[in-house]
Structures are given as structure tokens and as C-alpha cells.
């Protein structure tokens, strides 16, 4: 850390760290094991020395939980219930993307400010089907404030979209989808896509080479037989396999 600006991991270290997060995301036990192990791992491949996930989903067989990383669970429960950060930050999180808070006092309540002394924090929201917010991830640093590098953003998004991947089932448990025959890495891609990103943006995003988007894009077409990225980005939204 210098002064009140934050540091992440970088090079090989970081890589090796994604490709754990990633294999920790592709064997998960339960949604219950996949929420507790991703929050771990994005404090420990962050910055962020604290966090909480507050999970409030009717269409999974978690309807309300409350994760949490280096902070007393029970504290937490007896103060906050699973539904409530989540019908706060709402208003805010229409984006859909990681949002950094310089000082949270002015959206929550003064108590839970002053039991968990909170200051600067990231909110990262978790949505499913139709875009309904089922998650929040909240992340901060011991309740120091803190200035987000572009590094740190960075990270965040590459984390958020490989999390949002992998909990999509969870939150479709009647649908019809048929499976997708695409990788993890290649809805990944295809997701990005799908945001209007080109190949540079693509490759800052996922941490991979501009050469690697391209042979992934190709691979993508193939498997959807479609004639370019506008029409591959069209049969994964049908098909319900990107948003």
C-alpha cells in the first residue's frame, strides 16, 4: 500500500493466482462451498482484508446467507439481515459492475458504520436471470480508507465475470437452457463480446494476449456456427448462456 493508494498482484503471481480462482470455480462441492471459497479467494488475490457476501436468492435453495471473511459471522447476522445490503445498494448498482464507495456513511445506517467502522469499500454485485440482484460482496481494508488503483478495478471486473459464470446455474434452476458447448474461458470471452469490448479491451480484461481473444473468438464461431461475433453473441443471449 502507498499512502491511502492500493496495490495487486502482478505477473506470474497473478496469473497462477487467476488459474487457482478458476479451478476453484470449475470443482466447487455446493453453491454454498462455491459463495465461502470465492469470497476467500478474492480477499486473499486482493488487497481487501475484510468481506462479506450477502446472498438472498428465492431461486436457489440458499434463499439467505451471509458469508464472511476475517469478520465474526455472528456479529454480522445479528446486525444485518441477507436481504437488506442487498435492497440498499440496488439503486446504485444498476450497472451491474464492481462500485467503489470513497466513504459508505452516506448509504447505510450510522450503526453499522460505527460496529464495523467502515469507510472507503468496494461493492460487487452478484445478478442473475433478468439481471435481479441476488448477491453483494462487501470489501474493505480493515475500515481504512483507500484509493482504488486502475490495476485493482481491473482485477475486480476479470473476478466479477468469472464468479457471475459460474453461478448462473444456480440461479436457473428451471430453465431449459440447453448446455453450452462453449469453455469457462470462452463464455468469458463471449460475455465480453457481448459489452460492445473489442480485442484489446478483451485481452486487458482477461489478462491474456490479443492473439489468444482471437483464437478463442474463432473457436467460439466455430462451436455456434456463426458467420461473425454479432451473430455468436446473438445465439448466446437466445440460448441464455451470456447476458
Avoid at 448498482?93 to 464492481?98: A, D, F, I, K, Q
Avoid at 470513497?102 to 454485485?125: A, C, D, G, R, T
Avoid at 469457462?184 to 480484461?205: D, F, H, M, P, W
Wanted: aromatic share 10%; net charge neutral; glycine share 4%.
Amino acid at each position: 500500500m502507498n499512502g491511502n493508494h492500493i496495490t495487486v498482484p502482478s505477473g506470474l503471481f497473478l496469473l497462477q493466482s487467476l488459474v487457482q480462482f478458476e479451478q476453484t470455480l470449475l470443482h466447487h462441492r455446493s453453491l454454498h462451498d462455491l459463495l465461502n471459497q470465492t469470497l476467500h479467494h478474492i480477499c486473499t488475490l486482493t488487497p481487501f482484508t475484510r468481506g462479506c457476501l450477502f446472498w438472498h436468492s428465492p431461486l436457489s435453495h440458499l434463499p439467505g446467507q451471509i458469508y464472511t471473511y476475517r469478520v465474526e459471522e455472528g456479529e454480522v447476522s445479528n446486525t444485518v439481515k441477507p436481504f437488506y445490503p442487498i435492497q440498499e445498494f440496488c439503486p446504485m448498482l444498476s450497472t451491474g459492475r464492481p462500485l467503489y464507495l470513497n466513504n459508505v456513511s452516506p448509504y447505510i445506517p450510522s450503526k453499522w458504520v460505527e460496529q464495523f467502522h467502515l469507510s472507503s469499500v468496494y461493492v460487487v454485485p452478484l445478478r442473475g436471470q433478468h439481471q435481479k440482484l441476488a448477491g453483494v460482496f462487501i470489501l474493505d481494508i480493515d475500515g481504512r480508507p483507500f484509493q482504488p488503483t486502475s490495476e485493482l478495478s481491473h482485477l475486480l471486473e476479470t473476478l466479477h465475470l468469472q464468479i457471475l459464470l459460474a453461478i448462473r446455474p444456480y440461479l436457473m434452476p428451471n430453465s431449459t437452457t440447453s448446455p453450452s458447448p462453449l469453455s469457462t474461458r470462452e463464455q468469458q470471452v463471449l460475455q465480453q463480446i457481448a459489452k460492445g469490448y473489442n480485442t484489446k479491451k478483451i485481452a486487458q480484461s482477461l489478462l491474456i494476449s490479443d492473439h489468444t481473444v482471437n483464437e478463442y473468438a474463432s473457436s467460439i464461431l466455430y462451436k455456434l456456427e456463426a458467420k461473425n461475433r454479432a451473430e455468436a453473441v446473438a445465439v448466446g443471449l437466445r440460448k441464455g448462456w451470456i447476458e
